[in-house]
């Protein structure tokens, strides 16, 4: 007996310590468990990028994340910030719109230990993670158990837009921090005291992290999701307290406290992380001012990739509009517009809305619903995107589809609200679940008949079907695939495939719906174990998803991201230090691709370009002269393949790039081409224009053609205006009248702003063959602007046309030529420093580059400046465009440092002269000439220069952006004051200091009563 005694003491004992260690630790280890099954299921998606290193990719991981991610890492790994690059667009400030955040602390601080290519998989993967942990943790703070947060994490995680958005790597950083500001802002709302005051803070540096992952919209998405979920939270518990009854004042007083919570946290949020962002924000801000979107979108622009409401029927099936072939007839680019979250998710989310806790599920709803509206734009039945439009910052940011971010939210919150409704449900509210189980059942076996008369209607091309098919093709679009792809045909044909009952996704969707309406409708029936089987929800939602966002995006290796073309690696052994190349649009080499090669590109690709920069190459690319000789563009990139042009007359022409575009006077109004081997030719055809020209007279030589022979031998011919070429606008109702010569026969026609352009087709016929090896072209007039579109020489006894080609222009060398691209060198390139004793200063409102493009500028001899910017009078009086060069004038330049940040250049001038460095002009930065501050001026439109008086000197341009500056100070403050103010709430320093202090005073005054 006694030992039974003391057996039965031990056991006490054990059962007392297996309690309490369970009270104590129990809950700890079963939230890691499930933090792990949410960790599981993201390292699932990404099992191939983590195993193999393939990752999911769209064009702008090529052309934008992967290169500038490099460009970032390789600066930060030399503890250096990368406030400028030279790389792109003759220099741009990187940190700005480097869209990786350079600052963003898993970006600063990955660049350290990992190489680029672990980075860009870790910072993509760790994000999609990260998402369903932020998830988790607002799924806990809504009270919600274990498995329903489980569910709502996956739902989120893995949903559409999530997954639509892995390549965009600045939004699955934002989106990931996003439902950790909305865990905060509830903690707040349903907080006291210091701990409400600690959790608004906390909201904001949630905030302010997705601030300085660079992608504004994803903050400006998430302040407007919150203001909807924090205004509905404020508003229902309001009414919940009026009907508790009590006191009227006193009703007054509770609904106005949470009205002021309320406001406290929509304040305190946007301006905590807006503090914090401020090192990020500033630069962007900016920038921005000198971008396209410097004074808003455009509400055209602004409205581009909006959510239709045929793409609604992917709710259902994510690729409803994609045919087993692999080609996507939806109207706009899906991963801009994904609003799939699973049927499951959808199942769960109606439960939790309809069964859960009204003050939460109003509010969710809200921020879903609220979501969906913003992304449907004009399709809603209000529209709340234009609404927000007319609201700054608002008016900033496209793409209005990306606010089913917030839908995607709203929904895995309301799932994760249906499974807790489900594990809480009594017994009258399991016979209602177990009824809207039955009415989704129902709804199960009347989609499928639906869809089999679809299918039929489909077959049979009815009437109703045929409207359909109008109405979805007169929808806005945007044309990411040309406009004859999307056809009546391919439409009927996708829909056929898609409304198919066999169609794989819509029985995928069946299935996983069927098996969440068994898993429900067994956990209503059985009294115990009911959370095991609930249990079932959250992986039935991850696997949905997983599965179905796995094809949404190609893959690939990503050591493929590093590995340059053929083209590129050739460029990169041709080209030397301190030159630079142009890749013309359309051609091998995508723009930034050149970055990780430490190649210099005149082009580039950004969302916040310069707006000059865009102008400039818009105006570069059309007419290769001395816009490509002043930007320093050593080689120039082309496309290799043959692209077919119209021709008139056997003789081709380019509508978008003329062969000569010039007046008289300019480096720009001569052009030669060679013609190898020789041609024997009988007679020339030549197709122009004129612009600007209605004061030229009829007959008036405006143009010339000079063919000169093997051994220098020439034949000239002239081209007469209202003859032989004649005002491009001729037809044009305010033209027609005042123009001063005749109308020739229009060769060509071809739609330009506003009006059809019109070219002419001249021929001259050559006394005898006339053996041609080269074929200059000149401008005769000095004030219209002739136009030179194609030229052809023909031989009638050969029967042979021979057509200039614009890759034969003499100023280039072909260095290499193939089907994958052309490297031509450009013999007139200017070096990227360059010293000038020539100036003109144009008027406000002038045409810049049409002046240096065809006007008498020649970029070797003069720099243009732009009123009111210019160099006072007194500097440019001697330098004067009518003034004659000065033939004693001579001048070296001597390279010192070429850094990022920092150039230094020894100069040695004979007088006074202007230092032109081909550089883009951009706030922030400075210039020293021998250490003495100098002002910087904007030479030829987009560059830099600064005036150098004779002798030998030292100039230096240094990058000090004061917006940089200003935010890092903001950042930093604010950073450690929040830590501190933090610190504070936590542990109540002060507190316990004054509790101290009154304490020592305390025991000094009982000891001097004693003593007394």
């Known amino acids: 007996m006694a030992a039974a005694r003391v057996l039965a003491s031990n056991l006490r004992h054990l059962a007392a310590e297996w309690v309490e260690l369970t009270r104590r630790f129990g809950n700890p280890a079963a939230d890691l468990l499930a933090v792990l099954a949410v960790v599981a299921a993201g390292v699932g998606f990404f099992a191939p990028a983590l195993r193999e290193g393939v990752i999911y990719y769209e064009r702008d991981t ?49 660049s350290l230990v990992l190489g680029p290519q672990s980075l860009f998989i870790g910072l993509v993967a760790g994000h999609v993670v990260l998402a369903g942990l932020t998830m988790y943790v607002f799924g806990r703070t809504l009270r919600l158990s274990r498995v329903a947060a489980i569910a709502s994490a996956g739902a989120y995680m893995l949903s559409g837009f999530t997954l639509a958005q892995v390549h965009h790597l600045n939004i699955i950083s934002g989106l990931a921090w996003a439902p950790l500001v909305f865990a905060f802002a509830e903690q707040a709302l349903t907080g006291t005291g210091r701990r409400r005051v600690a959790a608004a803070l906390l909201a ?224 009258w509210r399991r016979r209602f679940l177990l009824g809207w189980v039955a009415a989704w059942v129902a709804g199960l076996w009347a989609g499928r008949e639906f869809l089999r008369q679809a299918a039929e209607e489909v077959a049979h091309r009815s009437d109703r079907v045929s409207e359909w098919v109008a109405y979805y093709l007169s929808l806005p679009r945007m044309l990411r695939t040309p406009a004859r792809a999307i056809t009546e045909d391919r439409v009927f044909e996708g829909l056929r495939m898609s409304l198919s009952p066999d169609n794989f996704w819509f029985q995928a969707g069946m299935v996983w719906l069927g098996i969440a309406l068994m898993a429900v409708a ?100 059309w007419v290769e002269g001395p816009l490509l000789d002043a930007a320093a563009v050593k080689y120039v990139v082309r496309r290799g393949h043959y692209v077919p042009l119209p021709s008139a007359d056997l003789t081709a022409y380019d509508p978008t790039r003329p062969l000569l575009s010039a007046t008289a006077g300019g480096a720009a109004a001569s052009v030669g081409f060679r013609v190898s081997p020789a041609f024997e030719a009988e007679e020339i055809r030549v197709i122009s224009l004129l612009q600007n020209s209605l004061n030229v007279g009829q007959g008036t030589p405006v143009g010339e053609v000079v063919l000169v022979g093997p051994g220098g031998e020439q034949a000239e011919f002239r081209l007469l205006a209202g003859i032989h070429t004649a ?22 026609r071809w739609k330009t702003v506003g009006f059809d352009a019109n070219a002419y087709l001249a021929k001259f016929a050559l006394p005898r063959p006339f053996p041609v090896a080269r074929v200059l072209l000149r401008s005769l007039s000095p004030a219209a602007t002739f ?40 013999t007139r390139a200017l070096p990227r420093a360059f010293l000038v004793d020539r100036s003109v200063v144009l008027p406000p409102g ?53 850094e990022p940040e920092r150039v230094r250049l020894e100069v040695q001038t004979s007088s006074w002269a202007f230092l032109v460095l081909a550089d883009t002009y951009y706030p922030g930065w400075t210039a020293t000439v021998d250490g003495v501050p100098v002002r910087i001026y904007r030479a030829n439109y987009i560059f830099r220069a600064v005036q150098v008086p004779p002798g030998v000197h030292r100039v230096e341009f240094d990058y000090r952006p004061e917006s940089f500056r200003r935010g890092l100070i903001i950042t930093v403050t604010s950073a450690a004051t929040l830590g501190l103010l933090l610190l504070e709430l936590r542990l109540d320093l002060l507190g316990r200091t004054r509790r101290f202090l009154r304490a020592v005073r305390g025991i000094r005054m009982d000891r001097r009563v004693s003593l007394n």
């Open 62 to 110: 090529v052309v934008f994340y992967y290169p500038v991610l490099v460009a970032v890492h390789e600066r930060l790994q030399e503890l250096q910030l990368p406030l400028w690059t030279p790389r792109i667009l003759a220099g741009y400030p990187l940190f700005a719109d480097g869209e990786v955040g350079a600052f963003y602390p898993p970006v600063f601080f990955g």
């Open 787 to 826: 136009q030179v579109y194609g030229l052809s020489l023909v031989s009638y006894r050969r029967g042979q046309v021979h057509n200039l080609d614009p890759l034969s222009r003499e100023r280039f060398n072909v260095i290499r030529w193939g089907e994958d691209g052309i490297i031509l060198e450009n």
């Open 846 to 898: 002038s045409d810049v580059l049409a002046f240096m493009q065809g006007g008498p500028y020649d970029p070797a001899q003069m720099v243009v400046f732009e009123a009111p910017d210019a160099p006072p009078e007194y500097l440019v009086d001697s330098l004067r465009l009518d003034s004659l060069p000065n033939r004693n004038w001579a001048s070296t330049i001597r390279w010192l440092t070429d």
């Open 522 to 621: 067994l956990a209503l029936a059985v009294r115990r174990g009911r959370v095991v089987v609930a249990g079932v929800l959250p992986a039935v939602i991850m696997v949905e998803l997983l599965l179905a966002g796995r094809p949404f995006h190609p893959s690939m290796p990503v050591a493929t991201l590093s590995t340059p073309s053929m083209v590129a690696a050739d460029l990169k052994k041709t080209i030397r230090d301190g030159e630079r190349v142009f890749t013309m649009p359309g051609g091998p080499t995508e723009p930034n691709t050149l970055l990780p090669l430490g190649v210099s590109d005149l082009n580039g690709y950004t969302s916040l370009v310069y707006v000059r920069q865009l102008s400039f190459l818009a105006a570069a690319s």
């Open 204 to 427: 904001g540096v949630a905030f302010g992290l997705q601030c300085l992952t660079v992608h504004v919209q994803v903050p400006m998405m998430t302040g407007f999701g919150l203001a909807i979920y924090v205004g509905a939270r404020a508003w229902i518990q309001g009414l919940f307290a009026f009907a508790a009854g009590g006191p009227f004042p006193a009703q007054v007083a509770d609904l106005a406290q949470r009205v002021g919570s309320a406001l406290v946290v929509l304040a305190a949020v946007p301006a905590v992380g807006g503090m914090l962002g401020a090192v990020q924000l500033l630069p962007l801000y900016e920038l921005g001012t000198f971008s396209v979107r410097a004074t808003g979108l455009s509400y055209d622009l602004a409205s581009r990739h909006v959510v239709t409401p045929p793409q609604l029927l992917t709710l259902f099936n994510p690729y409803f509009f994609r045919t087993a072939d692999g080609f996507d007839w939806s109207l706009w680019s899906p991963w801009e517009t994904a609003v799939y979250v699973g049927v499951a998710t959808l199942f769960l989310a109606a439960t939790g809305l309809l069964f859960g806790r009204p003050a939460l599920g109003v509010p969710l709803g809200g921020v879903g619903l609220g979501g969906l509206a913003v992304a449907l734009a004009y399709h809603a039945p209000v529209n709340i995107h234009h609404l927000l439009w007319q609201v700054h910052p608002y008016n900033l940011v496209r793409a209005p589809g990306r606010f089913s971010l917030l839908f995607a939210l709203g929904v895995a919150a309301l799932a994760g609200l249906g499974v807790q409704a489900i594990l809480d449900a009594g017994v």
């Open 727 to 748: 005002e491009w606008a001729y037809d044009r109702a305010d033209v027609t009248p005042v123009v001063k010569h005749a109308k020739p026969a229009v060769a060509a």
